[in-house]
């Protein structure tokens, strides 16, 4: 079971590009097809690692694989997930801090800045529309996008600040 | 000690990321760039170019990278450098680890729902906020060095937004551009 585990989540990590969500179908597939879980546990699963902090693949291998096997369950799915890319993204930075003042090298980075920005910009609009911003709530935003840009004050502080706040409203305010 | 700090800051990167791997960007600019310097502004669009490429979910491939690239800058040998990039690999996971495990059981049964969907009444728009931040901060003389600059922005910008096209493609078509550019 352990290298079953194993062996899928390690596929699950090898082959998706474009983080986390593009990683979803796969494993979807992957679990109810060898029917460890039902769909409706696998939603609940995908549910549970959206409200949790940190890396969303990550979470989803962790509540898999603790469902499934516990902790070590979770232990496995976890390290399945991470070390396809973090053997890829080691050998990359071993070998790129070697060549980065390569002229050719140079030459691509200098073109490739620009659109990484534009890469960034994109998912700020899209994420704009997912979470149904008007007129009412835009002001959110863009205040937090200029406390940490132009202010320069941790994005922690303010996560706390809007946990805090909705919190506080759901208690105080009816 | 820069193993230790290596370990705080993923551990908060972990622990206060909510928005999903491009608001998490805004947290890993703050400790790495600005709060440590471990990187250069110019480094970590780098990176950025680098984990958008290659398999793997962003926070892992950009903790993985800034780790042993902060080692790295601090004058440590490469064999050093791995640990850097075990440690703040691992410290990114361990805050889910540990809050998935101690309250998985919980969760399933019966689930706080009220409290859950409060404390993301403006967390959601929060992490907008952070997306935007990222991108504003690479706004930059070092991303942005001439005119073709913000012409190579707003030609990926139109292709992602307008049409849809695969990072990846839109990264390979700006490497060739910049053989050719410059």
């Not at chain 2, 009444?121 to 070092?142: C, E, F, K, M, W």
């Amino acid at each position: 079971m352990y290298h079953a585990l194993f062996f899928v989540f390690l596929r699950i990590g090898a082959f998706t590009i474009g983080g986390g969500y593009a990683m979803l179908p796969l494993i979807e597939r992957e679990v109810t097809r060898r029917k460890w879980m039902s769909r409706e546990n696998f939603l609940d699963a995908f549910a549970i690692s959206q409200t949790m902090p940190g890396v969303f693949a990550v979470n989803m291998s962790i509540l898999i694989g603790y469902r499934l096997r516990k902790t070590a369950g979770a232990i496995v799915c976890t390290l399945a997930t991470i070390i396809p890319s973090f053997l890829i993204i080691l050998t990359i930075a071993i070998f790129f801090t070697q060549v980065q003042d390569n002229l050719y090298v140079e030459k691509i980075f200098k073109a490739l800045r620009p659109v990484v920005v534009a890469l960034i910009a994109v998912p700020s609009l899209t994420a704009a529309k997912a979470a149904h911003i008007n007129l009412r709530t835009a002001p959110i935003p863009i205040v937090v996008a200029m406390l940490i840009w132009a202010a320069g004050i941790s994005p922690i502080y303010i996560v706390i600040l809007a946990i805090a706040a909705g919190l506080a409203q759901h208690i105080f305010v009816k | 000690m820069i193993f230790l700090q290596l370990f705080l800051s993923y551990f908060k990167i972990g622990l206060f990321n909510f928005g999903g791997g491009y608001a998490m960007l805004s947290l890993i600019q703050h400790e790495t760039v600005e709060a440590h310097k471990w990187l250069t502004p110019q480094e970590f669009t780098d990176i950025v170019a680098i984990s958008q490429t290659t398999p793997g979910p962003i926070g892992i491939n950009s903790a993985t990278y800034a780790g042993y690239t902060a080692v790295l800058n601090s004058g440590y040998p490469p064999a050093v450098a791995v640990l850097g990039s075990v440690i703040a690999t691992v410290s990114v996971c361990l805050p889910s680890f540990i809050l998935i495990l101690s309250i998985s059981v919980a969760l399933s049964r019966n689930r706080k729902k009220t409290y859950m969907d409060a404390a993301f009444t403006y967390l959601r728009p929060t992490a907008v906020g952070l997306i935007a931040a990222a991108a504003l901060s690479l706004v930059n003389h070092d991303n942005f060095i001439d005119l073709k600059s913000p012409l190579l922005f707003l030609a990926a910008f139109l292709l992602t937004w307008r049409y849809k096209v695969n990072p990846i493609i839109t990264i390979l078509l700006a490497s060739t551009a910049g053989l050719l550019l410059y």
